[in-house]
């Protein structure tokens, strides 16, 4: 389970496909029947109702048509696992794309606490395979009976419609696997097998507390400080920047860019610079310590960028330091 999330990747889109709208169904995500999905998509398609106010629904298919389903969801907690493609969908008037361009595979986390709009942009051509669980609010308060477990349901529905984007850890993705294998299966066995997937799935989310506010650690604020926290004469790849946020290369670059404005490498480049600057006064190292510390392999590349980023050589700093 990855130790933070991140507001999913908010996008800009103007809708063009012809609207598609459908008497709701209690507690659904999508305000259309199954029938009427099913006919816009060619593929595999489920919705299944395994217990009362909790749904899943598993899909592997291509999308035929440009339409948007509309409707309202209910107040609950939706998990969507995406293992191929890119989905996009409306909450609350904000438009998301969830899915990796890579091999990793994303999820997407929110909850509503109030009844709110919903959509569903389907594009032609586009192969997706995902799981969706979807908890009514209600569900968890008929198992709470503790004051601490009270808590956790408020916690988990304290951020309203605020959708949180992860990298799938390996344990999520091996259930989420199982479970889809046996959800096919119509016999009691196969049931009960699907209930208890759901069941862990939706345990992980909940003790790892996936929807805990991080407005004050900002992405950029999360790469400082593993940058800071550099082993001395390591640098971490961007694999490895990614693997401890928790998302993929491709992902981590295109929210860093929206959230911070320059690019992962720029600015962990200029972070060492900084680390280095430090170092060079408190630490009372030589140039040339200091330059292999921030991972450079020639003293002349790190005096040309500290001289480039500071206006001034590593040499002169110190002495003005004094």
Request: proline share 2%; aromatic share 8%; with cysteine.
């Amino acid at each position: 389970m990855c130790a933070t999330t991140m507001n999913a990747q908010v996008i800009d889109i103007e809708e063009d496909t012809a609207p598609f709208c459908a008497p709701i169904g209690k507690g659904l995500s999508y305000n259309s029947s199954e029938k009427e999905i099913k006919a816009l998509l060619s593929g595999h398609v489920s919705f299944d109702c395994i217990q009362e106010g909790l749904r899943v629904h598993f899909g592997e298919f291509t999308e035929l048509e440009a339409r948007t389903i509309e409707g309202k969801m209910q107040p609950g907690l939706s998990f969507n696992l995406v293992f191929e493609g890119q989905a996009i969908f409306s909450l609350a008037d904000k438009y998301y794309q969830i899915g990796s361009d890579s091999a990793d595979v994303e999820y997407s986390l929110f909850a509503v606490s109030k009844v709110e709009n919903f959509k569903r942009l389907l594009r032609p051509g586009m192969k997706i395979k995902k799981l969706n669980i979807f908890v009514e609010k209600k569900w968890f308060e008929t198992r709470s009976q503790t004051d601490k477990q009270k808590q956790q349901i408020d916690t988990l529905f304290s951020q309203h419609a605020v959708v949180h984007a992860c990298k799938a850890p390996k344990q999520m993705l091996d259930i989420a696997s199982n479970l889809m294998q046996v959800s096919a299966q119509s016999s009691l066995g196969g049931q009960m097998l699907t209930e208890a997937y759901v069941l862990q799935i939706l345990s992980m989310l909940i003790e790892q507390n996936s929807l805990k506010v991080l407005s004050d650690s900002s992405l950029g604020q999360q790469v400082s400080q593993l940058i800071w926290e550099e082993s001395k004469g390591s640098t971490l790849t961007l694999q490895e920047i990614a693997d401890h946020i928790g998302v993929s290369i491709s992902t981590l670059q295109r929210r860093f860019k929206q959230q911070v404005g320059t690019t992962v490498i720029e600015f962990c480049r200029s972070e060492r610079l900084e680390k280095a600057r430090y170092a060079l006064v408190s630490d009372h190292l030589t140039i040339g310590e200091v330059a292999y510390l921030s991972g450079y392999q020639h003293v002349s590349n790190f005096i040309s960028a500290f001289t480039k980023q500071y206006d001034i050589s590593p040499g002169q700093y110190v002495k003005e330091q004094g």
